[in-house]
């Protein structure tokens, strides 16, 4: 499946996991160098969840971890935050995604509590790797 053909699948079982939750959100799927790929707000989602989950995408992808580990998992210092131009998000809902062991998208959620983002993101993951 190429990486397009991924973006709108992981969108579409994220979007159908919300949908079953009864939880409004946003997911953005991005490539391998942060760039957006796919975006897309259900009816009702907070106007700030399409950058949330924009910046929960991006920000798996920068560190190579689900955000919901960060900062704890590596070690975020002033300096490396001032190096990164785009904001990062330290928050559940968050997930690289891995081909052959090598990051090629990530995949945030933004809209709901942060357990239910986190829990979205995983089913769309997992969705896709079956």
Known sequence: MDLMAQAQALTAAAMDEAAQL???????VC?????LLSLLRSDGALLASLESAQTKARTAVFFGVET???????PVTPALLGAVSYPLAFLPGGIPIRSEGKIV???????????????IAAAAVDRLNR
């Not at 490539?31 to 760039?35: I, K, V, Y």
């Not at 945030?108 to 983002?117: A, F, R, S």
């Open 105 to 119: 998208a990530g995949i945030g959620i933004g809209g709901g509590l942060p357990e239910q983002d986190q829990a």
């Open 31 to 35: 490539d391998a160098g942060g760039h």
């Open 68 to 74: 919901r580990h960060l900062p704890g998992s590596l």
């Open 22 to 28: 009864g939880v409004p959100i946003t997911v953005a």
